[in-house]
């Protein structure tokens, strides 16, 4: 049974920091990718980040523009995790942010609902505020 679980979300300051991670199990974790994605209240969910499954060697790890310098994804495939590092948060960061996972690469529409992700997480809640 595959399993998503988010953490590390909470309460944070303008230009404060946090540290997401998604735990995942039950699937061969090492052959998909896994994107993270965010929804504010009243807003469309949208792609913030992406990180492939190892292909020729390497991982490819996308951003959105709106979080280019400012979030880092990570894998951990020993762990079966992948981590977002939220830094220069702004109040717009906030959202709930979700995994979710895809067979082997981002694909070409990532950056956007993640229509083409197969399993989710629960989300975890971001705000940042002063």
């Known amino acids: 049974q595959v399993q998503l679980v988010e953490s590390g979300g909470g309460l944070a300051q303008p230009g404060g920091s946090l540290r997401l991670s998604c735990a995942a199990s039950g699937f061969p974790f090492d052959d998909y990718a896994i994107g993270w994605f965010r929804q504010a209240p009243g807003k469309e969910r949208e792609g913030v980040s992406c990180v492939s499954s190892r292909q020729r060697s390497i991982y490819s790890t996308y951003y959105a523009d709106f979080v280019k310098g400012r979030f880092t994804a990570s894998r951990d495939n020993p762990r079966n995790t992948v981590t977002l590092q939220l830094n220069n948060l702004k109040p717009d960061d906030s959202a709930v942010y979700y995994c979710?996972?895809?067979?082997?690469?981002?694909?070409?529409?990532?950056?956007?609902?993640?229509?083409?992700?197969?399993?989710w997480g629960q989300g975890t809640q971001v705000m940042v505020s002063s």
């Open positions: 979710a996972t895809r067979w082997s690469s981002c694909g070409q529409n990532w950056n956007t609902g993640g229509a083409d992700f197969d399993s």
